[in-house]
């Protein structure tokens, strides 16, 4: 089964500062990555896949980059609407794991 | 509007079996893939299981193996999953979710899930 480590666990950042998430696999998985947001008593929203591509709809300040083992999620200027927690999840191979996640928290 | 509802979550005791269910609407139901997802009161994301569009293959995570049996029924737009020798550590709300693009692996559709508790 591929790992997933995602860091930090928890991000303390204000309003307008720059996110970096970090995904790291225990073998590397290629680009076959994706992205979660996910709020409080909400479904997740996928934002990014095959570790680089946009999903519908979401901001351009939303990017994804890595290949083989390490993954970032970066938000360049956060709004008050991206404070969640945020998942990657692999699908190189089944089983298709879910990192641990990283909350993203208003400093 | 595209949507998937679940249905069938319960209070069950430990040992016993549950079958949920996710109905879709307004989108070729038998072009996607279909997985199952769980989150465990105030935890993260786990995948459960995955089956082809045909349903032909599946996959499922290590920890359901044996246990749990998904299946689809493509003329009632329906997404199964069987669960049979419940644990207390199955105590989650379940989502199907939909493949983004036929088999990919990504999901950009999602139901609202159905809780499930095991417990005596």
């Known amino acids: 089964e591929i790992v997933l480590t995602q860091s930090p666990g928890t991000l303390s950042l204000s309003p307008g500062e720059r996110a970096t998430l970090s995904c790291r696999a225990s073998q590397s998985i290629s680009g076959n990555l994706a992205w979660y947001q996910q709020k409080p008593g909400q479904v997740p929203r996928l934002l990014i896949y095959?570790?680089?591509n946009r999903a519908t709809g979401i901001p351009d300040r939303f990017s994804g980059g890595g290949s083989g083992t390490d993954f970032t999620l970066t938000i360049t200027r956060l709004e008050p609407e991206d404070f969640a927690v945020y998942y990657c999840q692999h699908y190189d191979e089944p089983p298709r794991t879910f990192g641990q996640g990283t909350k993203v928290e208003i400093k | 509007e595209m949507q998937l509802v679940e249905s069938g979550g319960d209070l069950v005791q430990p040992g016993g079996s549950l079958r949920l269910s996710c109905v879709a609407s307004?989108?070729?139901?038998?072009?996607?893939?279909m997985n199952w997802v769980r989150q465990a009161p105030g935890k993260g994301l786990e995948w459960v299981s995955v089956i082809s569009g045909n349903g032909v293959v599946t996959y499922y995570a290590d920890s359901v193996r044996g246990r749990f049996t998904i299946s689809r029924d493509n003329f009632r737009n329906t997404l199964y999953l069987q669960m049979s020798s419940l644990r207390a550590e199955d105590t989650a709300r379940y989502y199907c979710?939909?493949?983004?693009?036929?088999?990919?692996?990504?999901?950009?559709?999602w139901g609202q899930g159905t809780v499930v508790t095991v417990s005596s």
């Open positions: 095959d570790a680089s």
């Open positions: 979710a939909r493949a983004t693009r036929g088999g990919s692996g990504d999901t950009d559709l």
């Open positions: 307004e989108f070729t139901f038998d072009n996607y893939a």
